[in-house]
Nanobody, 129 residues
């Protein structure tokens, strides 16, 4: 089974910084892209930042210049460095991965999956007003 596990959320004062981490584990063949999404109370989940396997990032306009997404050396990790945090950044942040994996739960019938979206359970970031 593939799992994404986030860490690094918490309470931070306006103007402060946090670094979120996400690690993917399981029988992963390839990670095509990883990213961070967030969902504030009463709002839809939105893209924060995403980075391809080639290292090309893209950001939501609301976080450009303040947040930086990066991949770890192991390539199965992704980080989000958040600077100059604002109250409107308060949300649950979810890690996402577009990946290819192998399922050999049934060893007589190994299955391969490509371009599948996986999500972490989320980590809460709170910036009080």
């Amino acid at each position: 089974q593939v799992q994404l596990v986030e860490s690094g959320g918490g309470l931070v004062q306006p103007g402060g910084s946090l670094r979120l981490s996400c690690a993917a584990s399981g029988d992963i063949l390839n990670i095509n892209a990883m990213g961070w999404y967030r969902q504030a109370p009463g709002k839809q989940r939105e893209l924060v930042a995403r980075i391809t396997s080639g290292g090309t990032p893209n950001y939501a306009d609301s976080v450009k210049g303040r947040f930086t997404i990066s991949r770890g050396n192991a390539k199965n990790t992704v980080y989000l460095k958040m600077n100059s945090l604002k109250p409107e950044d308060t949300a649950v942040y979810y890690c996402n991965a577009d990946l290819d994996y192998r399922d050999d739960t049934n060893r007589d019938d190994t299955k391969y999956y490509y371009g599948i979206d996986y999500w972490g359970k989320g980590t809460l970031v709170t910036v009080p007003s």
